[in-house]
């Protein structure tokens, strides 16, 4: 049996936590004068009444969360905070139509940063800053879940990292979630305030450089400019976001040794190797295809090749550059891109270079495994043996992903869209990345979709942010069963 009354107060307390965390907007609102303080406090009262209503009407429920909860409180946080996050957008008149509303409010807190304002620049200060601020939340919300929740449930590529995870392992950043979880909040939170400081500091504006903190840290991409990054034409500041997006997609586990001095613990995982020396082979190799293309300004072509790879890796989405107008071999690369990911238990989505590896190392092996047939080859990540399950788990959700990539893509040609366009629109929504390929590219946005459109890669967004299974356990009838 299902404990929904325990389920409600979660949810409460969830309803009341979005509430207070509208308050920044609300006081850039006033500071500002921008006019859209009303519609806020409106939206925060909502939220705190109702979710105080939830929560005080089950406080006294025992809060027994077992592995069927887990999975019900997972899937409907994100799509509460999705409805009660609107609402902003709403009040205001800056996005009156419901679809637009949700698909931007999706793509925040997913963290995707695929966008349907064709004049984000026109946005009173406090809806932009709540914008921002949706991201945020959500790259918070999901390193929890992938160093803390993921793995109780049994999913995610984080429970592969047995000497760097925290959570329930055998070597733990600290023992009880509540404590890792207050470490890597520190940790984003302290990046994040970082990195407001070198944005202001190296030319931004602090409403920008705020902004543009909030949804690099959370690799969300949402920008205060039509133009993206472009918009701030400074190579000091395009830098420093390359930098703190790459440590965005970082397991910030990994980071938390970084910060206590043992830098050993972070070149022994397979996993974060993979990533560096991924970037750094496709962006000199993009870099030099650019410059046999369009010869020009070597630190230029070299700046807008890293940005574009480290952006598209990480899931971010911002853009310096219009990837697709170099050729079309490049286009099918940055494409490509879009299925890759950083690393589990970053703040990135998409696939991740966790899957990755394990595939590739286990393809590998397979080879060693049909030349000597009785000979035992396991297969290890970090220095430890991978068991069966984890790799066939890997294997379902490889193969799961193509074929809801494949699916969503007839999908969307169905409703009416060119190819093309239809691959990129399912490519970026289902990895959260942001731009993609078509008229969904790095200089176009969201917007002409049909309403069916918007909400069905709405749902893709979601389904790519939990992993999948997360919410895909809800429509197996297994779930609903009393035993």
Known sequence: MIHYKAILKVMGGLMMLLGVLMFPSIAFSYYYQSGDGITLIGSALICLAVGGTFFYSFANQDQNIRKREGYMIVAMSWMIMSVFGMMPYIFSGSIPVVTDAIFETVSGFTTTGASILTDIERLPAGILLWRSMTQWIGGLGIIVLT??????????GIELFVAESPGPTSDKVHPRIRETAKRLWFIYVGLTIVL??????????FFDAMNHSLTTMSTGGFSTKNASMAYFDSPLIQYTAILFMFLAGTNFTLLYFAF??????????????????????????IAMAIYYLVP???????RDAMFQVVSLTTTTGYVTADYTSYSNGLTIIFFMMLFMGACAGSTSGSIKFIRHLTFVKNSSLEFKRIVHPRAVVPLKINGERVTGKIITHIM????LYLM???????????AGYDMITSFGAVATSLG???????????????????PFAKLFLSFLMLLGRLELFTILVLFSPYFWRAN
Not at 404 to 414: D, T
């Open 296 to 302: 020009g300004n070597i630190e230029k072509i070299f």
């Open 260 to 285: 206590k001095g043992r830098f050993s613990r972070i070149w022994a995982s397979d996993e974060f190797r993979a990533y560096l020396i991924s970037l750094s082979v496709l962006v000199v190799g």
């Open 196 to 205: 407001v400081a070198l944005y202001y500091l190296e030319g931004m504006s």
């Open 404 to 414: 809801i990539f494949v699916l969503g893509s007839i999908v969307m040609s169905i």
């Open 396 to 399: 379902n959700f490889l193969l």
């Open 147 to 156: 160093v803390a929740i993921f793995p109780l449930l049994g999913i995610g």
């Open 432 to 450: 959260n990345v942001g731009p993609g390929i078509g008229r969904v590219g790095p200089v176009d946005n969201f917007a002409f979709l049909s």
